[in-house]
C-alpha cells in the first residue's frame, strides 16, 4: 500500500502533474506527500544563502501547484535539503521510509546519464524504493488505462497486486495484462477464453475478477523490453507498472547494477523508452 510518497522536486513541472493524476486514484487520496527541493553546494556563503531563498520559493512554487485540496488529502509537508541532488534524495526516501518516489527524468540513455550526472538514473540505480520515472518528453495524463508486464517473477506479481490496487473502486479504471510470450509471431488481443488458458494470464485474470476491475489482455512476441512498450503504445496505457527485480548479491547492492548502467536490462530500456509514465517495484531476490 503506498501511503508515504516522496515527491523530487522537478523545474519540468512533470513530476508535480504525474503527483496530481496519482491523487485522484482514491487508494492514493490518504498518503502522506513529502516535497523535497536539493540545493546543490555552492561557492561562497553568499551564493549558498541566495540559492537557498531562491530553493525556498521554487519549493512553494511547486506545493501551490499541486492544487491539493487540504479538506480531501492529507497534508503536505516540504522539505529543503542541502547538498548533492542525487544522494540527497535517496538518504530522505530511506529516512521517512516512502512507498514511492516520483521523480522526472530526461529519459536519457546508456552510459549518456551517468556522463551527465542524471539524479533520476542514480536513484535508479541504488534506491531500493518504488520509483515512478515522468520523462520530459511524456504527456501526464488522467490514470485511466494501467499497463502490467506479467509473468511468473515475484516482483511481476508484486506490480499487478499493486496495479490493483490503485485501480480499485475507481470508476473507468482498465487493467491490461502484457504477457511476452516467444510462440507468438505478433501482437494480438486474446479472447477472453484464449488469456484463461494462458497460465501466465489466468491467475492476474482471477485477481482482477475477485477486486472488480476491468481488464483487457494481449500477448506478444520478441524482446520483453522493447514489446512492453509497443504494447503500452498501442493501448494507449496511462501508467506502467513493472517489475525491476535487483539480481545482485546483497554485499553489491550499494553499488551500481552493471546491467542497468549499460542499458542492457528490460527496466533499463522501459526507463528509457516507454511513451508513458513507468512505476518501478524494487524487488530484491
Known amino acids: 500500500m503506498i501511503e508515504k ?23 492514493i487520496q ?18 549558498m544563502q541566495s540559492a537557498r ?3 525556498a520559493k521554487q519549493l512553494a512554487k511547486a506545493v501551490e501547484g499541486l492544487h491539493l485540496d487540504p479538506s480531501k488529502y492529507k497534508a503536505v509537508n516540504t522539505l529543503l535539503r542541502e547538498g548533492d541532488p542525487k544522494d540527497e534524495v535517496c538518504r530522505v526516501a530511506e529516512e521517512i521510509d ?9 529519459g536519457l540513455g546508456r552510459l549518456e546519464s551517468i556522463l551527465e550526472n542524471s539524479v533520476s538514473q542514480y536513484v535508479f540505480q541504488l534506491s531500493s524504493k518504488p520509483m515512478l520515472l515522468v520523462k520530459d518528453d511524456v504527456y501526464v495524463k488522467r490514470i485511466n488505462r494501467i499497463l502490467v508486464a506479467v509473468n511468473a517473477s515475484k516482483a511481476a506479481q508484486e506490480s499487478l497486486a499493486l496495479a490493483l490496487k490503485l485501480l480499485q473502486d475507481y470508476s473507468g479504471g482498465k487493467l491490461i495484462l502484457a504477457h511476452i510470450n516467444p510462440n507468438l ?20 485474470i482471477a485477481a482482477a475478477k475477485q477486486r472488480g476491475v476491468a481488464y483487457q489482455c494481449v500477448a506478444m512476441s520478441g524482446k520483453a ?8 503504445e498501442a493501448t494507449n ?5 513493472l517489475g525491476s527485480p535487483d539480481r545482485r548479491p546483497s554485499i553489491a547492492r550499494s553499488l551500481p547494477d552493471l546491467d542497468r548502467l549499460l542499458g542492457t536490462s528490460t527496466s533499463d530500456y522501459v526507463r528509457v523508452k516507454a511513451p508513458c509514465p513507468v512505476l518501478f517495484i524494487r524487488q530484491n531476490e
Open 98 to 106: 516512502t512507498d514511492l518516489i516520483i521523480m522526472g527524468s530526461r
Open 53 to 55: 531563498e531562491a530553493g
Open 5 to 27: 510518497i516522496l515527491l523530487a522536486d522537478s523545474s519540468t513541472g512533470q513530476a508535480e502533474q504525474m503527483l496530481r493524476a496519482l491523487m485522484e486514484l482514491p487508494t
Open 185 to 204: 509471431a505478433q501482437q494480438q488481443q486474446l479472447t477472453t477464453a484464449e488469456a484463461e488458458r494462458d497460465p501466465i494470464l489466468a491467475p492476474a
Open 225 to 232: 523490453g522493447e514489446s512492453i512498450c509497443k504494447i503500452a
Open 30 to 47: 490518504s498518503a502522506t506527500v513529502t516535497v523535497l527541493h536539493v540545493v546543490p553546494p555552492q561557492v561562497t556563503t553568499e551564493a
Open 237 to 241: 496505457a496511462d501508467l506502467l507498472v
